[in-house]
């Protein structure tokens, strides 16, 4: 079954320091995609970052980049710079056949 | 600019009663999908349409709900004889299917259902 862990239920960063956010997966597929979504207090789901598991360098986008190590199962979130503006939830997820499983989540609290 | 909305965001309701919820979906995705996330857990997968198909349901989708998506356009979840157990967001999200991305899923504010 496929299933994707979030070990960190909280994490604190000090604004402008970098943060990681863990996740690991598992799977037998040979071909999936794994999805970073940021959900803030208001309960929208934002996209963030994918990473499909045949693209050979890590994915970018602006201030978040993606720490994938596909022998350990692992795709973990990296934000830079970090803003008061990134506190919230972050799940990680995979794409099973045409929809998406989630991990538990990580609370990210920035502070001046 | 119009995404995923969704109607009404909260809803109070009585134990046995039923409800029925709303998603809009961004006007040219043909996808459309239903979850269901409770207090500290991920969205859950309930349910997902192409165009007016309904193509997969979760085991989570008990006889007590059903979806439709008529004409492929906005969806409708109806829960029967809520019971608290139901209480949760409900997440709508759609999708352009078969543009060769990576089909990504937006998703709407959801709708908050409390089951006194």
């Known amino acids: 079954a496929q299933k994707i862990t979030q070990t960190q239920p909280g994490m604190f960063v000090q604004e402008k320091e970098a943060v990681t956010l863990d996740c690991t997966y598992d799977?037998?597929?040979?071909?999936?995609?794994l999805f970073w979504y940021k959900q803030p207090s208001s309960g929208e789901m934002i996209f963030l970052i994918y990473?499909?598991?045949?693209?050979?360098q890590n994915a970018t986008e602006g201030r978040y980049s993606l720490n994938f190590q596909k022998a350990r199962k692992s795709a973990n979130l990296v934000i830079s710079a970090s803003q008061l503006g990134d506190s919230a939830m972050y799940f990680c997820?995979?794409?099973?056949?045409?929809?998406?499983?989630f991990g538990t989540g990580t609370r990210l609290q920035v502070f001046p | 600019d119009t995404g995923v909305s969704q109607d009404p965001r909260h809803k109070i309701t009585k134990r046995g009663q039923n409800v029925t919820f709303r998603c809009d979906p961004i006007?040219?995705?043909?996808?459309l999908y239903w979850y269901r996330q409770t207090l500290g857990q991920g969205p859950e997968f309930l349910t997902y349409?192409?165009?007016?198909?309904?193509?997969?349901k979760s085991r989570l989708l008990s006889d007590r709900f059903s979806a439709e998506r008529p004409k492929g356009s906005f969806s409708t979840l109806e829960i029967q004889r809520t019971e608290q157990g139901d209480s949760a967001m409900y997440l709508c999200?759609?999708?352009?299917?078969?543009?060769?991305?990576?089909?990504?899923?937006?998703f709407g504010p959801g709708t908050r259902l409390t089951v006194l």
């Open positions: 999200a759609s999708s352009l299917y078969g543009t060769g991305r990576f089909d990504e899923q937006f």
């Open positions: 799977t037998s597929d040979q071909s999936y995609g």
């Open positions: 990473q499909g598991s045949y693209d050979e």
């Open positions: 997820a995979m794409k099973n056949t045409d929809k998406l499983i």
């Open positions: 006007s040219e995705h043909n996808r």
């Open positions: 349409f192409q165009n007016e198909a309904q193509l997969e």
